[in-house]
């Protein structure tokens, strides 16, 4: 699949985003992958960090929380953000839970790296800066669903995790789900050590195709080929899974990167909902 039919690039104001056509085209679902572009916050953070946790000036947050929110059609306080661990917990949300996490990072839904929602009008967001961001639905039954998957989750299967949340709550059938897998650090970038690589090799009988050892003792792991396979494991169609060919670590002008800060930068928002039906 080309990249172009994967993700657009969109501007509103000076915020820049991405939407994934692949997913969303005329079916009434919003999906969008913030940039660092377009926000308020100064360096390391510059300028559209919308992480509250990794020490910028909260109110700079906020703001570009609320920008982000604007620029894209979502209402900024109706956010649903989990308090991300790098797991595989997986949680369904409803629109009671609109709000959390929007302001304070101790009110977000605890420890889960996967929020899902059949209902319309709740904005799942989650936070990323490497990490892989991984994007469901279900156009039969009108489920979405948002993980993120950094190696901890992509070890611990959580796109498969997430795809059985989607079908024990809503009867999501697999076969039918698509899926988007967003801009994350590329296996040009990420480098791993025995530690990591001998995890990846125990729990997976095959992982050639997203595991290359570089030098003694060094690894390339591609998160997103990991992904990739783990969604087929959970039986997602191949024409059903469509991924970004975007670098975040290779784009800085674009995108925080975690691994090339050295730790210390911001965070994109990974951002999907359900829109309202008006028949």
């Known amino acids: 699949?080309?990249?172009?039919?994967?993700?657009?690039?969109?501007?509103?104001?000076?915020?820049v985003y991405?939407?994934?056509?692949?997913?969303?085209?005329?079916?009434?679902?919003?999906?969008?992958?913030s940039t660092r572009l377009g926000g308020l916050s100064s360096p390391p953070y510059d300028s559209l960090n919308l992480g509250?946790?990794?020490?910028?000036?909260?109110?700079?947050?906020?703001?570009?929380?609320?920008?982000?929110?604007?620029?894209?059609?979502?209402?900024?306080?109706?956010?649903?953000?989990?308090?991300?661990?790098?797991?595989?917990?997986?949680k369904v949300v409803n629109p009671k839970q609109t709000g959390r996490g929007v302001q304070f990072a101790s009110d977000?839904?605890?420890?889960?790296?996967?929020l899902v929602t059949a209902s319309p009008d709740v904005p799942l967001a989650l936070f990323f800066a490497d990490c892989v961001p991984i994007y469901f639905f279900d156009p039969v039954n009108r489920v979405i669903a948002l993980a993120h998957a950094g190696w901890r989750g992509t070890f611990q299967r959580i796109g498969l995790k997430t795809i059985e949340v989607m079908?024990?709550?809503?009867?999501?059938?697999?076969?039918?789900?698509?899926?988007?897998?967003?801009?994350a650090i590329g296996s040009c970038c990420y480098e791993i050590g025995n530690d990591v690589a001998d995890s990846f090799t125990r729990e997976f009988p095959d992982c050639s195709g997203f595991l290359r050892a570089?030098?003694?003792g060094k690894w390339r792991l591609d998160l997103k080929e990991a992904n990739r396979q783990v969604l087929q494991e959970a039986g997602l169609k191949d024409e059903h899974i469509a991924v970004s060919?975007?670098?975040?670590?290779?784009?800085?002008?674009?995108?925080?990167s975690y691994r090339a800060s050295g730790g210390k930068t911001g965070r994109m928002a990974a951002v999907m909902m359900l829109e309202k039906c008006n028949n």
């Open 245 to 256: 060919d975007l670098c975040t670590s290779c784009q800085q002008n674009l995108f925080f």
């Open 214 to 216: 570089i030098t003694s």
């Open 18 to 33: 991405l939407t994934f056509p692949f997913i969303t085209g005329n079916s009434g679902v919003k999906a969008i992958f």
């Open 167 to 183: 079908a024990r709550q809503f009867g999501s059938v697999p076969e039918q789900v698509l899926v988007v897998i967003g801009p």
């Open 108 to 114: 977000a839904i605890p420890d889960c790296d996967g």
């Open 52 to 90: 509250i946790h990794v020490g910028d000036d909260a109110y700079n947050v906020l703001v570009n929380r609320r920008r982000l929110c604007d620029a894209v059609g979502v209402k900024y306080s109706k956010l649903v953000c989990a308090s991300q661990v790098h797991g595989c917990q997986v």
């Open 1 to 15: 699949m080309e990249p172009r039919s994967v993700y657009e690039y969109h501007k509103a104001g000076n915020v």
